[in-house]
């Protein structure tokens, strides 16, 4: 048995505990039949309704705290820097922690999935099967970014000088997403535009619409999620290959990358066409980059050593050092650029330009997150590059647009009104902001030795 899973096994899911959960079972679905001894159509129907809350409080809620904790308990007790010298390989560690830790929490959801299986059955539910795996998928989904979010503030922390804190890293995540909604539902976004499909994983009904076909909405609910729970479950392994001191090539970030813009582009092919769907492919991807840049340590030497090595154009020592949100930026220009030239005489529509303004204006921000984030005060940095941008567009787009409106806007913003002026104008910022930041990260200074752990 895996000694990892064995370990937090022991620790989540002793005997004491095992027969406590037990009795708080008993209790909570003997109350459901208690409560409905007078039901014509029996209790089942109940505990099934019981066991599907079961199952979202326990495997959702419970088990991704759990999974999260895995790792913040050890930085608390001070052993992770013990565990991180064992001899665990990163795939046992990962799953180990991901599993182990929500031991107790998936025995008591399971018995919650068994109650609602059982009820279904009864009552002759369609889709059982389907909701069945959907749900397992969601759980698995929903640890593993837990536990992929505790090893990204664990990372920054160490790199900040400070220790990750189970609040910090919940807060950080709720922060991230409230503020990657606002900005994929912002006029540069062309208001959700990219993750507009997305919805269709929890509220579609009957039909959907990819990939220019139609298919049943069970079915492609659980299996797009599986293969989400999937990649989630792939990058928390990345993120522990990191934290147990080895390199990643950089194959699966750009492959998911890829994946997350045909699963967007899929739900436009039918309807608008192909160029439509490479357009709103490099709106999720350049959305992501937004998401890697804050993710990612603030690392000076890592990104100075990278220029240096890719500038000799010595690939091998470079690609492992490769800053993350490199490949959403570069597979975001491509796809634009395959959008232009798939259009069919019509390259200047304005969901098109915006498209590609949207990528200069998205140089431009990284610019101005690393610039913020590679200060002297690097555990300011979020904040401060938040603040920066909001400035950006909320102050100046308010200013150009009191002056010009839509012309005036597009200056400070990548607007379909004015394509070509926002294009110019993210074009020409990018340059002022690359500029100060380069000066910042100290390109030019020479770096430290590298790692010497190969990629794999």
């Not at 380069?438 to 770096?447: I, Y």
């Amino acid at each position: 048995m895996n000694p990892e899973f064995q370990r937090n096994l022991w620790l989540e899911a002793s005997p004491r505990r095992i027969a406590w959960a037990g009795v708080v079972l008993l209790l909570i679905y003997g109350a459901a039949v208690a409560l409905t001894r007078n039901n014509p159509y029996g209790a089942l129907p109940a505990l099934g309704g019981v066991g599907a809350v079961v199952f979202v409080a326990c495997a959702m809620l419970w088990g991704a705290r759990a999974s999260g904790n895995s790792i913040l308990a050890e930085i608390a007790d001070r052993t992770w820097d013990f565990q991180r010298l064992s001899a665990l390989p990163p795939w046992t560690m990962t799953w180990g922690k991901l599993f182990g830790g929500s031991s107790l929490a998936w025995m008591c959801a399971l018995t919650g999935l068994l109650m609602m299986v059982i009820a279904g059955a009864a009552g002759r539910v369609e889709g059982l099967g389907n909701t069945a795996v959907f749900m397992l998928a969601l759980a698995v989904l929903l640890q593993a970014i837990s536990l992929g979010a505790a090893l990204i503030g664990v990372r920054k922390a160490r790199a900040e000088g400070r220790t990750a804190r189970a609040s910090g890293v919940l807060g950080g995540l709720i922060i991230g997403a409230i503020l990657l909604s606002w900005v994929a539902g912002s006029a540069g976004f062309q208001r959700g535009m990219g993750t507009e499909g997305f919805g269709a994983l929890f509220s579609a009904n009957g039909l959907v619409d990819w990939g220019g076909r139609l298919w049943p909405a069970a079915g492609f609910r659980a299996v797009a999620l599986s293969l989400f729970a999937a990649w989630a479950v792939v990058g928390a392994w990345r993120l522990m290959r990191l934290e147990l001191q080895m390199q990643n090539a950089p194959v699966v970030w750009p492959a998911f990358l890829i994946f997350l813009a045909i699963f967007a582009g899929g739900f436009m092919l039918r309807t608008q066409g192909l160029a439509a769907g490479l357009a709103v492919g490099s709106l999720v991807v350049a959305l992501s980059a937004y998401a890697a840049a804050f993710a990612e340590p603030a690392d000076r030497v890592r990104i100075r050593q990278f220029v240096q090595f890719a500038g000799k154009g010595d690939l091998a020592r470079a690609a492992p050092l490769t800053p993350a949100p490199l490949a959403p930026l570069l597979i975001a220009t491509l796809l634009v650029l395959a959008a232009f030239a798939t259009s069919s005489g019509s390259l200047m529509t304005p969901e098109l330009g915006q498209a590609g303004a949207l990528i200069a204006f998205l140089l431009r921000d990284l610019g101005v997150i690393a610039l913020c984030r590679m200060g002297e005060r690097p555990q300011r940095g979020d904040f401060s590059a938040v603040v920066t941008l909001a400035l950006l567009y909320g102050v100046g787009g308010s200013i150009g647009w009191a002056v010009g409106q839509e012309t005036g806007g597009a200056i400070f913003a990548p607007l379909a009104h004015a394509p070509l002026i926002s294009l110019v104008s993210g074009l020409i910022q990018a340059a002022v902001v690359w500029t100060l930041a380069a000066r910042r990260l100290g390109l030019n200074a020479p770096p430290s030795a590298p790692a010497s752990v190969p990629a794999s």
